[in-house]
């Protein structure tokens, strides 16, 4: 499975990006997480087949989450983006079923993509 990220940029606070991830194949459970240096990999936002989503408290009701099997993308709404969100965003995928309980675990995802960069000044 081959992912590739895009739709990152620089924005001031406040505003939004769509970032999206182009995947060679449909897979079961497909995640969003982010890096920002120093610090370590967390994840974002999560969505799975069955409908299950699940975000992070420091993104619920900024970021959605969403897929479009047919065109194999899956993206991520960003909206009232704050200089905390500023980090390198990598689209990750599995095939099974990733458990709400490790669903930003990076561990539970074997194919990642390279990562595109979202920067937010005050």
């Known amino acids: 499975v081959h992912l590739v990220e895009s739709g990152g940029g620089s924005v001031q606070a406040g505003g939004s990006l769509t970032l999206s991830c182009a995947s060679s194949?449909?897979?079961?459970?497909m995640g969003w997480f982010r890096q920002a240096p120093g610090k370590e990999r967390e994840g974002v936002a999560m969505?799975?087949?069955?409908?299950?989503?699940t975000y992070a408290d420091a993104v619920k009701g900024r970021f959605t989450i969403a897929r479009d099997p047919a065109k194999g993308q899956v993206y991520l709404q960003m909206n009232n983006l704050k200089p905390d969100d500023t980090a390198m965003y990598f689209c990750?995928?599995?095939?099974?079923?990733?458990?709400?309980?490790?669903?930003?675990?990076?561990?539970?995802?074997?194919?990642w993509g390279q990562g595109t960069q979202v920067t937010v000044s005050a």
């Open positions: 990750a995928s599995s095939s099974g079923e990733v458990s709400r309980f490790r669903s930003f675990n990076p561990l539970m995802y074997e194919y």
């Open positions: 969505l799975r087949a069955d409908g299950y989503t």
């Open positions: 194949e449909v897979t079961y459970s």
